[in-house]
């Protein structure tokens, strides 16, 4: 008895460039923190600065004074901890999509590209498009995206940086 294998070639990833980049199409945005793309600070712009001014933003804190009074009356005073190095910005009315998640850069592009990941199974694998960071080989992506089955759902927007060179 023999068995006919088949194989089909796997497609990759959808490109969107400059024209098309913050057309409609997808419900959820990823793109990098900082400098590590110029898509940062267009997007930043649209959203009238709001991942700005998330990135700047210090967090309270509770007076030593009020502590002390808690304290005194037996009562523990939270800890107000960030749990998480993520941004998630609604951006119903300014861009066209749902939302915009700011992923911080990490040391290395598979870790980068893991996080994401995790962020879009964690929101139920929206329809997803990724700006990519300054000089990523776009056709490196599907090496590093963990799940082969869902490549072809995914638009990457290279960076204008990379475009220009």
């Not at 939270?78 to 850069?105: A, N, W, Y």
């Not at 139920?124 to 992506?141: C, G, H, M, T, V």
Request: glycine fraction near 4%; include cysteine; proline fraction near 8%.
């Amino acid at each position: 008895m023999t068995t006919k294998e088949t194989f089909t070639q796997q497609k990759g990833p959808q490109s969107l460039f400059r024209t098309g980049a913050l057309g409609p199409g997808s419900n959820l945005w990823v793109v990098p923190n900082g400098d590590s793309s110029e898509w940062s600070k267009k997007l930043d712009w649209y959203l009238n600065f709001q991942i700005s001014k998330a990135m700047e933003h210090i967090p309270n804190k509770i007076s030593p004074e009020f502590s002390k009074n808690l304290l005194d009356y037996e009562i523990q005073p939270l800890e107000f901890k960030q749990k998480s190095d993520l941004l998630m910005i609604s951006c119903g009315g300014r861009l066209p999509t749902k939302m915009l998640v700011i992923v911080p850069l990490r040391d290395n592009l598979k870790d980068w590209i893991d996080s994401i990941y995790q962020v879009w199974l964690n929101l139920l694998k929206p329809n997803l498009r990724i700006f990519l960071p300054n000089d990523f080989p776009i056709n490196e992506f599907s090496i590093y995206w963990p799940d082969r089955n869902s490549i072809t759902e995914i638009t990457l927007v290279p960076s204008q940086k990379q475009q220009q060179s």
